[in-house]
């Protein structure tokens, strides 16, 4: 089983820790670099600061016991999708823009590829976790809109990614596909088997 983390930013790398027991190969792809303002919200830690995400996540993950991962620092976009994403079982959406998202959605459609979306609301007040078949992304209200700084949303990225990582491991040990709404009081089903 080859599972795929687009985005390793807040959501991406708290449930790719969570995954840390499937007996799977976990890739991360992102090309953006831990910052010090990440340490708060996301999985990294100080000495992580200043190198490509997914290539940090993996090396943390080197250091656990039994855990295989790999890692691709590139901006995933149309003409790259297909190489990074053809040897996936599985593919987790945690980009955090609509523009990624689409790319990922239409090349998982195009390959019948399985794919999970994870994503925050704009305002911060509820996440989701959507199988693609019932997927949609929404508009930004602007682009690059910041969901996770300063750690205000902390208590939610943490029960989004533990709901998404559960999911996934649903999935991956049973089949089945389910959705979630996620809020600060509770984490209710939305769809799925």
């Given at each position: 089983?080859?599972?795929?983390?687009?985005?390793?930013?807040?959501i991406?790398s708290?449930?790719?820790?969570?995954?840390?027991?499937?007996?799977?190969?976990?890739?991360f792809?992102?090309?953006?670099?831990?910052?010090?303002k990440?340490?708060l919200?996301?999985?990294?830690?100080?000495?992580?600061?200043?190198k490509?995400?997914?290539?940090?996540?993996?090396?943390?993950?080197?250091?656990?016991?039994?855990v295989?991962?790999?890692?691709?620092?590139?901006?995933?976009?149309?003409?790259?999708v297909?190489?990074?994403?053809?040897g996936?079982?599985?593919l987790?959406?945690?980009?955090?823009?609509r523009?990624?998202?689409?790319v990922?959605?239409?090349?998982?459609?195009?390959?019948?590829?399985?794919l999970?979306?994870g994503?925050?609301?704009?305002d911060?007040?509820f996440?989701?976790?959507?199988?693609?078949?019932?997927?949609?992304p929404?508009?930004?209200?602007?682009?690059?809109?910041a969901?996770?700084?300063?750690?205000?949303?902390?208590?939610?990225i943490?029960?989004?990614?533990a709901?998404?990582?559960?999911?996934i491991?649903?999935?991956?040990?049973?089949?089945?596909?389910?959705?979630?709404?996620?809020?600060?009081n509770?984490?209710?089903?939305?769809m799925?088997?």
């Amino acid at each position: 089983m080859r599972i795929i983390f687009c985005g390793v930013g807040a959501i991406g790398s708290t449930a790719a820790v969570l995954c840390r027991n499937l007996e799977a190969t976990l890739a991360f792809i992102d090309f953006d670099r831990v910052e010090s303002k990440n340490l708060l919200a996301q999985a990294y830690v100080k000495p992580s600061v200043g190198k490509n995400k997914a290539e940090a996540l993996k090396l943390q993950l080197l250091n656990l016991h039994g855990v295989k991962a790999e890692s691709f620092g590139v901006r995933l976009t149309r003409d790259n999708v297909a190489t990074l994403c053809g040897g996936a079982d599985l593919l987790v959406d945690c980009f955090d823009n609509r523009e990624s998202r689409q790319v990922l959605s239409e090349y998982a459609r195009q390959a019948g590829k399985a794919l999970v979306h994870g994503a925050l609301s704009g305002d911060g007040t509820f996440g989701l976790v959507r199988w693609d078949e019932r997927f949609v992304p929404d508009a930004e209200d602007q682009a690059g809109q910041a969901t996770c700084e300063g750690g205000l949303h902390l208590p939610l990225i943490g029960l989004l990614g533990a709901a998404l990582a559960r999911i996934i491991q649903d999935f991956v040990k049973h089949g089945v596909r389910r959705d979630v709404m996620v809020n600060l009081n509770s984490v209710t089903p939305t769809m799925g088997t």
